[in-house]
C-alpha cells in the first residue's frame, strides 16, 4: 500500500540518519515528547533549530570574516550552536562544534576556518535530509499514535 | 502545540500559578521558570517539563526573568537556567537569585567541564545538568525543593528551639512558625513554605491568606518597606514619628499600628547605637561590655544578624542558638565565640564599625576593634559551606553594591550579598552566584572557614582600639575586602560560634554554621575570608564587609560586627546612618534571610568575589584568617566599606540573622549577612552612614545589604526578631532597597 510503502521509507531514512551519525539518541527525546497535545512538535522543534542555528552560523562567518583573532567571542558563538545540536540530537554536527571550538581554544584559525567550513556542510546536509524526512513523515501522517486517517 | 507560556499566569492545570498546590499530586505542578538565551533549548525544556506535569514559565533572557522573579514573588518553586547567556552570565543571575529569592536553581550547560560543574556548586546551584537535557533528568528536578524546604524547616527547627524563649515574647505566629516548621515531612514543608512564602516572600506586609487563621504572619520588614518606613519618619521628623503618623503616610496595605510602632523601636534603638561609634567610649562601650543592652542589643542585632547570616550562608541552626543564647559576654578574648558571642561581639563590632563607617576615624576604632575578628571569622568561614557562604557573600557584596544606589547604605550590605542586584560593581549576583560565585567558587575551595573559626580571638577588651584601627586600616584600603570577609566569615561562621562575643576576639569560630558571623567576627571574617586581606578587617569595611560576607560566607562574620561585603556597610548604613537614609536594603536580604529559615547559617556563599573589592581595613584587621578563603580573591570580598559600620551592623545583623538563620538556607545566609550588616548598620547607625564614599563604595554593599536587610528582616519576621526586640530591626536598611 502506498501508504505503508511511504511508512516503510520514512522508516528507513530514520534508521540510516541515525545510522551514518546524522541523529543520535537525543533525537529519540524528541519524538517522545510528541503527542497529541504536540502532535508536530519534532518538525517544529527542527525547523527552529534550522532557524536559530543558520543565523549563528552566518555570525560566525562574519567573525571570521572581520575579527577572526577574537577567538573567545567565536567560542561563545559556536557553544550557543553546540548547545542547540545538541538538543536536538544532530551529533555529527554537534561533533564539528567541538572540533571547531577545540581549534578556537587553541587559537588556531587556520583550523578554525576548515572546521568551520566543515560545520556549514553538515549543517546544510543535515538541513536538507531532514527536511526529505519531514516531508515523509507529513505524508505518512502521525507514525507513532493509533489515530490514523483511514487511506 | 500548547504554547509556551512566557509568563505564565495560570498554571498548567489552570490553577493559579500562586495557589497552592494540592500536595497529593506533586510534584506535579512545580512551578518552574526556565531561563535560556536558545530558543530550541527552550522549547524543548518546556516540553519535556510539561510533561513532567509541571507548571512551566519560559524566559529568554536573565534580565527579563529575574524581572519576572521579582514581580512574581512567591511563584515559583524552582528555576531553570542555562549558564551561557548573552545578557547576563548565568552565574550571576543564580546568585541574584538566591539572594533576593531564595530559590532552588539548577544550572544547566552543554559544558560538562569540571570547571563549569564546580562554578556552579560553588555559586549555590542545586544541581547542574548537561545539555543535551533529557526527561529522566528533569524529572526528578523537584527533589530540590523539597530538600530545600526540609532543610529550611529543619533551621527553623533548630534555631526554634533556641530561640524559642525569644520568640515566646514575639507575637504567637512565630512560634507558629516553628513548630509548624517542625513538622517535617516535605508535605508539611511544602505547605509551610506555601503558606508563608505567601507571607513571608512578600515584601509589603501583604498577606494572601487570611492571617488569623493561620498564624499571625510576621511583617517582613522587606528593604522596600523599610525604606518607606525611613522615608515616613524622615518627613514626619524623628522625633515626632509616631507610629500612628508613619503608618497612614507609608500606605501600606495590611500593615498594623503594632507593626510600625515595634519597627520603630527597632529603628530607634538602632539610631542610637548607631549615633554612638563616634565616642570611643561608645565604641568600646559594646565590647567592654559596657551595657547589657548594648550587648542585649547587640546580641539581638547579632541574633539577627546571625540569622541573616544563617540565612545566606546557612547559619546551622545551632550556631544560631549559640548565638543566640549565648550569654553575651564581652570579654573577647579569645572567645571561643560562642555563636552568641560572637554575635554579641559582631554587634558591636557592627555598631562600632558602623559608627565607623559614618566616619573613618570612627571607623579606625572600629577596625581595630573588630581586627580581633579576623581569627574568628575564619574558623566560622569553615562553615559548611564556605562555598555557598562565598558565594552569598559575593551576593551579598552585589547585593549591596546595587542596593547602594540610593538605598541605605547600610543596606549595602545586604544587597550586596544579595547579588541579585545588577550589581554596578560587578554584578555580583544574588544567589551568590553572581560573579561573586565565581571567586566564591575559589574561595569556597579555600575557604576553610572552620579553620580560621577558631582562629578569630576577638579580644574584647582591646577591641575597641583594634577596632579603630583596624577599621581605618581596611576602611582605607580595602573597603571591599573587609565586606567579603566579613560576609565570609559571618557566613561561615555563623553558625560557628560566636565565641564571645568578647568583643575583640571573635572567635568566629562559633558554631555558626555558616556564616553566622558575629558582627565582629564578620568583619574580621570577611576579611579573613578574603584573601586579600588576611587581616581584613571586617569589621571596618563595613562597606566592604559585604564582599566578605559574600564571598565567604563568612560564617564568621557573626561576630564580626562588619557586614561583610557590603553587608557591612549596608549593616553600616542602615544603622548608623540612619540620616544618611540610604538604609541599604539590607532588610530586605534580611528578610530574606529570615525567610531562608531552614538555612543552616552558613554564610556558604560568602561570594567574596565582591566586586566592590573593598578591603576595608582588611589590612589591618588583625583577623588571623589564615583561612586561604580569606585570600578572598575576589574583590568583593574585600569589604566594601571598610566602614566599621558594616562590622557592626554586621554583629547586629549577624545576631539577628543568627535567630533566623536557623532557616536561612546556606545560600541566603551570603545574603543575611549582608543584612545582617545592614540590619547591624540600621541599627547602628544613627550616625548615619552617609558617608559618600562609603555609599558609593557600597553601592554594591547597598544592594547587598538590602538583599540582606530582606533576607535579614524577612528572617527576623519569621523569629529573628525575636531574638531581641531592639536588635532586630529588620527594616532598617531598607532604605536601599535596590531591587
Not at chain 2, 555558626?512 to 574580621?524: I, K, T
Request: net charge neutral; charged share 25%; aromatic share 6%.
Amino acid at each position: 500500500m502506498e501508504y505503508s510503502n511511504l511508512r516503510r521509507q520514512a522508516a528507513y531514512m530514520k534508521k540510516s540518519l541515525f545510522d551514518q551519525g546524522y541523529l543520535d539518541e537525543q533525537f529519540y527525546q524528541l519524538e517522545e515528547l510528541q503527542d497529541d497535545v504536540s502532535p508536530n512538535f519534532v518538525e517544529e522543534v527542527v525547523t527552529l533549530f534550522f532557524r536559530d542555528s543558520a543565523r549563528l552560523i552566518s555570525n560566525i562567518e562574519q567573525a571570521l570574516d572581520k575579527c577572526p583573532q577574537e577567538f573567545s567571542k567565536l567560542n561563545a558563538f559556536v557553544h550557543q550552536l553546540k548547545g542547540s545540536t545538541s538538543s536536538i540530537g544532530a551529533s555529527r554536527l554537534k561533533n564539528e562544534c567541538t572540533r571547531f571550538r577545540d581549534y578556537c581554544d587553541e587559537e588556531n584559525l587556520e583550523g578554525c576556518l576548515k572546521s568551520f567550513q566543515k560545520l556549514k556542510r553538515e549543517h546544510a546536509v543535515l538541513r536538507q535530509k531532514l527536511e526529505s524526512y519531514f516531508q515523509l513523515l507529513r505524508q505518512v501522517g502521525p507514525v507513532e499514535k493509533a489515530t490514523r486517517p483511514s487511506m | 502545540m500548547e504554547p509556551s507560556r512566557a509568563a505564565a499566569s495560570t498554571a498548567s492545570s489552570g490553577r493559579p500559578r500562586n495557589a497552592l498546590r494540592p500536595l497529593s499530586d506533586f510534584p506535579a505542578g512545580l512551578r518552574v521558570l526556565v531561563v535560556d538565551d536558545d530558543l530550541t533549548c527552550l522549547k524543548i525544556i518546556d516540553r519535556m517539563l510539561r510533561k513532567c506535569l509541571y507548571d512551566v514559565t519560559v524566559c529568554s533572557g536573565a534580565a527579563a526573568a529575574l524581572a519576572m522573579l521579582r514581580e512574581k514573588k512567591g511563584e515559583f518553586d524552582l528555576v531553570l537556567s542555562d549558564v551561557y547567556m548573552p545578557d547576563m552570565d548565568g552565574f550571576k543571575l543564580l546568585e541574584h537569585i538566591g539572594l533576593e529569592m531564595d530559590l532552588p536553581v539548577i544550572m544547566m550547560s552543554a559544558d560538562d567541564g569540571k570547571d563549569a560543574v564546580m562554578k556552579g556548586v560553588t555559586h549555590g546551584a542545586c544541581d547542574y545538568l548537561i545539555k543535551p537535557l533529557s526527561m529522566e533528568a528533569l524529572k526528578n528536578i523537584w527533589q530540590h525543593v523539597v530538600r530545600k524546604r526540609r532543610n529550611e524547616l529543619k533551621e527553623l527547627e533548630h534555631s526554634g528551639s533556641a530561640e524559642e524563649n525569644d520568640r515566646k515574647k514575639r507575637a504567637p505566629e512565630e512560634g507558629d512558625n516553628a513548630s509548624s516548621g517542625n513538622e517535617g515531612s516535605w508535605k508539611n514543608v511544602k505547605r509551610r513554605r506555601d503558606e508563608e512564602g505567601e507571607v513571608v516572600v512578600q515584601e509589603e506586609v501583604e498577606e494572601r491568606e487570611d492571617p488569623s487563621t493561620l498564624k499571625k504572619p510576621r511583617v517582613v520588614w522587606s528593604v522596600d518597606l523599610h525604606r518607606q518606613f525611613v522615608a515616613a519618619v524622615n518627613q514626619l521628623g524623628v522625633d515626632k514619628a509616631v507610629p500612628k503618623k508613619i503608618l497612614e503616610l507609608m500606605h501600606v496595605h495590611g500593615l498594623t499600628r503594632e507593626n510600625v510602632a515595634s519597627h520603630l523601636q527597632k529603628y530607634r534603638l538602632y539610631m542610637r547605637r548607631v549615633s554612638v561609634p563616634q565616642h570611643q567610649g561608645r565604641l568600646d562601650t559594646p565590647y567592654t561590655g559596657s551595657s547589657e543592652a548594648t550587648f542585649r542589643s547587640v546580641d539581638s542585632f547579632d541574633g539577627f544578624d546571625l540569622h541573616s547570616l544563617a540565612v545566606s550562608s546557612q547559619l546551622s541552626p545551632q550556631s544560631l542558638t549559640t548565638l543566640h543564647s549565648a550569654p553575651r559576654r564581652v570579654t573577647n578574648t579569645s572567645i571561643g565565640m560562642s555563636s552568641v558571642d560572637q554575635m554579641g561581639f559582631f554587634n558591636s563590632s557592627a555598631q562600632i564599625s558602623n559608627a565607623s563607617n559614618i566616619r573613618p576615624p570612627l571607623m579606625q576604632q572600629i577596625n581595630k576593634q573588630q581586627m580581633n575578628f579576623p581569627s574568628g571569622p575564619s574558623t566560622s568561614m569553615e562553615s559548611r559551606q564556605l562555598g555557598q557562604s562565598q558565594q552569598l557573600i559575593q551576593s551579598y557584596g552585589n547585593m549591596g553594591l546595587q542596593a547602594s544606589e540610593g538605598a541605605s547604605v547600610l543596606l549595602n550590605l545586604p544587597s550586596l550579598l544579595r547579588t541579585s542586584t545588577s550589581f554596578p560593581g560587578g554584578s555580583i549576583n544574588a544567589n551568590l552566584s553572581n560573579s561573586s560565585v565565581m571567586q566564591m567558587t575559589h574561595r569556597g575551595q579555600q575557604f576553610s572557614l572552620s579553620q580560621q573559626r577558631n582562629q578569630i580571638h576577638a579580644s574584647m577588651p582591646q577591641l575597641p582600639q583594634t577596632r579603630g584601627l583596624i577599621l581605618n586600616g581596611i576602611a582605607g584600603e580595602h573597603d571591599s575586602r573587609l565586606p567579603t570577609t566579613i560576609g565570609q566569615i559571618l557566613s561561615n561562621e555563623v553558625s560557628s560560634h560566636i565565641s564571645g562575643r568578647s568583643g575583640s576576639n571573635m572567635n568566629v569560630d562559633t558554631s555558626l554554621p555558616g556564616g553566622y558571623m558575629n558582627a565582629s567576627s564578620y568583619g574580621a571574617v570577611s576579611h579573613a575570608l578574603y584573601a586579600d586581606f588576611p587581616n581584613s578587617c571586617m569589621n571596618e569595611s563595613t562597606g566592604s564587609c559585604y564582599p566578605l560576607a559574600r564571598s565567604v560566607g563568612a560564617t564568621s562574620l557573626t561576630s564580626t560586627a562588619m557586614p561583610p561585603v557590603g553587608d557591612v556597610e549596608a549593616l553600616g548604613n542602615s544603622t548608623g546612618l540612619r540620616g544618611a537614609k540610604d538604609f541599604v536594603p539590607n532588610y530586605d536580604l534580611f528578610s530574606e534571610l529570615h525567610q531562608s529559615k531552614s538555612q543552616d547559617w552558613k554564610l556558604q556563599n560568602i561570594n567574596v568575589s565582591y566586586p566592590s573589592d573593598q578591603h576595608l581595613g582588611s589590612k589591618q584587621s588583625n583577623i588571623a584568617f589564615g583561612s586561604p578563603s580569606l585570600a578572598h580573591q575576589d574583590s568583593s570580598a574585600t569589604v566594601k566599606d571598610g566602614s566599621s559600620r558594616n562590622t557592626r551592623t554586621v554583629r547586629k545583623e549577624i545576631f539577628s540573622v543568627r535567630t533566623e538563620i536557623g532557616h536561612e538556607k546556606g545560600e541566603r545566609i551570603a545574603q543575611r549577612n549582608r543584612t545582617i550588616l545592614v540590619e547591624n548598620s540600621v541599627r547602628l547607625k544613627s550616625e548615619g552612614m552617609s558617608d559618600p564614599r562609603y555609599q558609593d563604595v557600597l553601592f554594591d554593599d547597598n544592594i547587598i545589604q538590602n538583599e540582606l536587610m530582606n533576607v535579614v528582616g524577612k528572617k527576623q519576621q519569621e523569629g529573628v526578631v525575636q531574638v531581641d526586640p531592639e536588635l532586630n530591626f529588620d527594616g532598617y536598611s531598607l532604605d536601599n532597597i535596590p531591587s
